[in-house]
């Protein structure tokens, strides 16, 4: 075994350097899986939302998950939109027809809600992912 | 061409991100300590409500239309600010980041103005704020074009020429100029020049011989002459202030120290963080302008030059409180406070003293005082004479969560 010294500001440290035979990884620098790249595509436009209620279990979005909204991403008929209906926000999944714009609950317990000129209604992003904890 | 893009309202924008219902209400953010008012909604300026008022004199209108009121969370507008600075750099790599809510950009291309409505979109859709954009050929002159593109329906105006300029320069008053400051703009109306126009007819040597080469430049940016460039590059500062109003005054000198040193303490953490020695070191007291009834006004401030720079918390510390000694004086309240460092330069750039030994054993214990308040959390290791967890000292009675910082703050949704 040798030891190295190298120099940083303050110290001087040691590293053991091994005379064995190399290890055939050594030169592959992997990095580490990281879930930011896995979930969050634009980081400046992802916002991150807490939820309570039972009106998307059918999606599998239950009370106490966190969802990923990407406010960059384009809504399409069936996404899971976070909007904002007369100065509330809404999690709902988005059915644009023809001749209206509907915000559909994963739960049969709630109506179809009918989206009309006459209400504020602005789509603030797409959800992305939700994460369960179950710890 | 250069595009000024400005945030609209910013920091009522970003209390208005998790607020939607505020939308069209007046909405006002406060200052440090919850004392005059600086942002304000477009319907909080048709009320009337001033911009650097004391919240104390707009109570009225503020009870009587329901104005909602915010206090300063500069950990979201920061991570905003970020999110919106970073977003930029998909239209030019050439940004300056020039405020907390304002960034120049070069760009070149053909029809500028569908670039300036790209990026209002833009950043309104990735980020959800506002912004304004002002296209021309100079800094100064885009800064003129972003006045307008605020009051416009599009939020962008583009100058294309010299002629369009001409033209928006003789109804541009001489203090909406960019860099021309209070002083020499007065300075200006008092011979007689009162719009950018005639500012910008000036004869060059005049303004040489009578003021100096910055006014020149000024004048020249306004003739499209490019004087200031957009640098990417960061502008390292040249001063670091800390300073707060009590929300109580205060007469007790005990108390006062306690105070210095903690502006002392986070003033030279903020010195560090920035790998910086400090020179020079100032304090400042002052007593409350809006009280007639007692004692004289007073205003104290004396500054200390360190034989060899430093950026050790005892030291600076120490000083501040010899500082306090010799300005405070008795049978006065003090309502403000602050510690400022001057002549800042890098660490490892110092001039050393032979006179002086230089006692680097500190410096290891400094870095462990930095490494274990990053670790644990701020301020869990102060200095005795400190007393920043007195929660007292700061009022922020209406702060909004940290939605963006922290997953303990982030919106709880009832969907």
């Known amino acids: 075994m040798i030891l190295m010294y190298f120099r940083d500001q303050n110290n001087f440290f040691s590293v053991a350097v ?27 436009s992802t916002i991150y939302v ?49 001749n209206s714009t509907n915000l559909i609950s994963a739960n049969k317990k709630y109506e179809p809600i009918v989206v009309t000129e006459y209400n504020d209604f602005r789509i603030l992003g797409v959800v992305v992912a939700s994460i369960k904890k179950f710890i | 061409m250069i595009f000024l893009v400005d945030c609209n309202n910013f920091y009522v924008s970003c209390e208005r991100l998790f607020r939607p219902e505020l939308l069209l209400s ?44 915010f206090s300063s969370n500069f950990e979201l507008y920061g991570e905003v600010s970020n999110r919106i600075m970073n977003q930029l750099k998909i239209f030019s790599n050439n940004l300056e980041v020039y405020s907390i809510d304002e960034a120049f ?69 001489i203090k909406d100029v960019w860099g021309l400051g209070n002083q020499y703009s007065k300075f200006m109306i008092n011979n007689g020049i009162s719009t950018a126009e005639s500012f910008m007819n000036m004869d060059r040597n005049w303004i040489l011989n009578k003021l100096n080469i910055n006014v020149l430049r000024t004048r020249d940016e306004l003739h499209g002459i490019k004087c200031h460039k957009v640098s990417s590059c960061f502008k390292p500062k040249k001063s670091i202030r800390v300073s707060r109003s009590f929300r109580n005054d205060i007469d007790n000198y ?15 953490k903020k010195l560090r963080k920035e790998n910086k020695r400090v020179k020079q070191l100032q304090v400042f007291i002052l007593t409350n302008r809006f009280k007639k009834s007692h004692h004289s006004k007073y205003f104290g401030t004396m500054s200390y030059d360190f034989f060899v720079s430093t950026n050790n918390y005892i030291e600076v510390i120490k000083y501040s409180l010899i500082l306090l000694r010799n300005i405070f004086k008795d049978g006065l ?3 403000k406070a602050g510690v400022i460092l001057n002549q800042l330069s890098p660490v490892d750039e110092y001039q050393s003293s032979f006179m002086i030994n230089n006692d680097k054993k500190n410096d290891s214990l400094m870095d462990k005082i930095d490494y274990l308040n990053d670790k644990f959390g701020n301020n869990k290791i102060i200095f005795s004479s400190q ?18 910082n922290s997953w303990n703050n982030i919106l709880n949704l009832d969907i």
């Open chain 1, 50 to 98: 807490k939820v309570s209620g039972d009106s998307m279990s059918g999606v599998g979005i239950f009370s106490g998950d966190t969802l990923i909204v990407d406010k960059s991403s384009n809504p399409k008929n069936n996404s899971i939109v976070l909007c904002i209906l007369d100065g509330d926000f809404l999690v709902k999944k988005l059915n644009i027809s023809t």
């Open chain 2, 254 to 268: 005990q108390q006062l120290e306690k105070y210095v040193s903690d502006f002392a303490f986070l003033a030279c």
């Open chain 2, 333 to 335: 309240s003090y309502k």
């Open chain 2, 105 to 173: 950009l070069e760009i070149n291309s053909e029809d500028y103005k569908n670039i300036g409505l790209s990026i209002v979109k833009n950043i309104k859709k990735t980020t959800g704020i506002p912004v304004s954009v002002g296209i021309a050929e100079t800094k100064t002159l885009s800064k003129i074009a972003g006045n307008i593109a605020k009051k416009s329906l599009d939020n962008c105006f583009l100058i294309e020429n010299n002629w369009t300029a001409k033209k928006i320069l003789s109804r541009t008053p």
């Open chain 2, 387 to 404: 007393n920043i967890n007195d929660k007292s000292k700061i009022s922020k009675k209406k702060l909004s969560p940290n939605y963006m």
């Open chain 2, 26 to 69: 007046p909405v006002i953010v406060l200052s440090n300590n919850d004392g005059c008012i600086i942002s304000r909604s477009s319907e909080a300026k048709q009320l009337g409500l001033k911009m650097g008022e004391p919240v104390f004199k707009a109570k009225e209108i503020i009870k009587n239309n329901n104005v909602h009121v």
């Open chain 1, 18 to 44: 091994s005379a064995g035979f190399p290890s055939p990884a050594g030169d592959l620098f992997a990095s580490q899986l990281n879930l930011q790249d896995y979930l969050v595509k634009n980081p400046n």
